[in-house]
């Protein structure tokens, strides 16, 4: 740090702010001070920073399923880094919830937490608040400290979408998420648009016989719908003619699949960005921005007419 702020002619105070918070120095001394830091290969070091400060200034990340999550947490992370933190992960199993994970965590001092997929209770909670730790949780029921997404047009969108092909039972898939197939308030919505919803896993969807199948099966993920696919592939039963298959989550992959697959685009990126600058805002103590971030149905050819419907 020395040798940039030498070369750029300011303090190392300077340096850091310019760093870490360029927002709190002018625009001209940001991008000096960044130049210098780039021609000379200088890359902040928040362990070293954290020394002389006394604090971690790190936030630990725990995810209950990093392919279907992966675009939040990239956005979050990278968030959180441009402002100078470091940001552990670590996994933890849904069923089981956070708990473990998070005492882990708190055993290194981190000063955040970013919860995603699953949202802390009981013991876990406690330890949370005896602590006074900010945390935020992303795809997790979590009144005031969640980031929440408005998933009500998409499901709307969805039931009257089936209900228009002539569906009349749809199966919500629950291994991932244990949402309403990936769309919350999915299953209220078909029932609206006289679509009967059920609810199954896929290894109880594979035990039946072909012909038993619904004529929609709605996935937790866009990954569980490939797995619906495949399945129905190896089954000889027919996508979408037998059988329309919807994922959730709009993966980059979703376009690629054969048919396309119809899904659910939910907005990672931005909530990961949100919940980081939630994080960000409490730490130092300002209003968080809110953000209003909305699902939408994306279709595409993995959904088509029911059986028999004309």
Partial sequence: MEDVAAAAGVS?????????????VSVALAARVKAVATALRYVPNPAARAL?????????????????????????????????WAV?????????????ALQLALERDVEGVLLVGGAPSGE???????????????????????????????ARALAQHLSALGHRRA?????????????????????????EASFSCLADLCTKPAPTWPT????????AALRVMRAAELRGVAVPGAVSVIGSGNQPFSALTSPPLTTVDIPWRR???????RLLAWREQRPPQEAALTAKLVIRRSAGPARGFT
């Fill in 52 to 84: 002389s400060s006394l604090h971690s200034r790190e936030v630990a990340a725990l995810v209950s399923d990093l392919p279907a999550y992966v675009a939040a947490v990239d956005a979050a992370l990278g968030r959180l880094r441009e402002a100078g």
């Fill in 124 to 154: 876990a909670l406690n330890a949370l608040a005896e602590r006074k730790l900010p945390w935020v949780a992303l795809a997790a029921q979590a009144a005031g400290a969640g980031i929440d997404i408005d998933f009500a047009p998409a």
């Fill in 271 to 277: 909530a990961g960005e949100a919940a980081a600058d």
């Fill in 171 to 195: 199966t919500c898939l629950v291994d991932a998420g244990g949402w309403d197939g990936g769309c919350p308030g999915v299953a209220a919505a078909l029932g609206a648009s006289g679509v």
């Fill in 216 to 223: 929609a099966v709605i996935c937790g993920d866009d990954l």
């Fill in 88 to 100: 552990s992960i670590a996994r933890f199993d849904r069923e089981a919830g956070p708990g473990t």
């Fill in 12 to 24: 190392t105070a300077s340096v850091s702010r310019a760093l870490a918070r360029p927002d709190r």
